[in-house]
């Protein structure tokens, strides 16, 4: 097997899977609810700033358990399993005008072997855009999340403080 052809082996398959049952999870939405306070405080501020933060993909689940967030990666495995790949992150953007505020959450990862086999050294990220709603329904969902996991409510009210 060439390296490029590993999407279909065991291992591979495992990682996905175990990611997805062992890091999207109570811990993980608990760590991350001070940051999904921050990033909400930033996205409802409507100054015209942009904020990046940086983390890991502990951080990607985190957010994704919290906002009930999953994604599809291709070419790495999906259905449900939400591949974070190094060099990924999810993207919010916030549209604000008189009718209101529009959030887009998006996935966005590298390629690192293109469609032929060879290494993709482009720099260009993908984009799979996960979420569209409004404010009031990011904030519901964000509610959601946050009472669904033990101590993250406690959690995002102490960085509120």
Known sequence: RHFHDT???????????HRAVAAVNELKATENAP???????KLGAKDGRTTLYFGHDGNLNGLAALLDL?????PY???GIAPTPPGSGLRFVAEHDEAGTRVVVSFVYPVFIDASGGRNA???LEE????RTGWRGLMERATRGLHSHK??????QRRAA
């Open 7 to 17: 999407s279909t082996t065991l291992p591979r398959h495992f990682q996905h899977w």
């Open 122 to 124: 482009s720099g260009v």
């Open 128 to 131: 799979v855009v996960v979420l």
């Open 151 to 156: 101590g993250a409510v406690e959690c995002y």
């Open 70 to 74: 999953d994604w599809e990666a291709p």
């Open 77 to 79: 495995i999906g259905g």
């Open 35 to 41: 940051l999904l306070h921050d990033l909400l405080a």
